[in-house]
């Protein structure tokens, strides 16, 4: 059974940091690329980041670039999302989702298109106060 695990969201001043952890199971985790998404109330998902878990290849968004690391531990099946110098406009539920990238061109995964992403998993909420 395939599953992706997002936690490690909550509530944190701006300014502030979290670190966002993604577990997953089920398949060959080095043959996919793990991308982050977020959804604010009443906003459309944005794509924030992804990562390949084969070669290490990472995208960020514009929106997060110099304050959002992601990273890859392939021994745990995890990857992370780091996130520094929050701001309120970073509230929002989080989800990580798994992309097969084996023959498959990288800008399929940094175009950061939900629907090309084969699983999903639940979201974790990031609050990010005044």
């Known amino acids: 059974e395939v599953q992706l695990q997002a936690f490690g969201g909550g509530l944190v001043q701006a300014g502030g940091s979290l670190r966002l952890s993604c577990a997953a199971s089920?398949?060959?985790?080095?043959?996919?690329?793990i991308g982050w998404f977020r959804q604010a109330p009443g906003k459309e998902r944005e794509g924030v980041s992804c990562i390949s878990s084969s070669d290490g290849s990472t995208y960020y968004a514009d929106s997060v670039k110099g304050r959002f690391t992601i990273s890859s531990d392939n021994a745990k099946n995890t990857t992370y999302l780091q996130m520094i110098s929050l701001k309120p406009e970073d509230t929002a539920v989080y989800y990580c989702a798994a992309l097969f990238v084996r023959g498959t061109p990288w800008v399929v995964a940094t175009d950061m298109l939900g629907y090309e992403y084969d699983y999903w998993g639940q979201g974790t909420l990031v609050t990010v106060s005044s």
């Open positions: 089920g398949f060959t985790f080095d043959d996919y690329a």
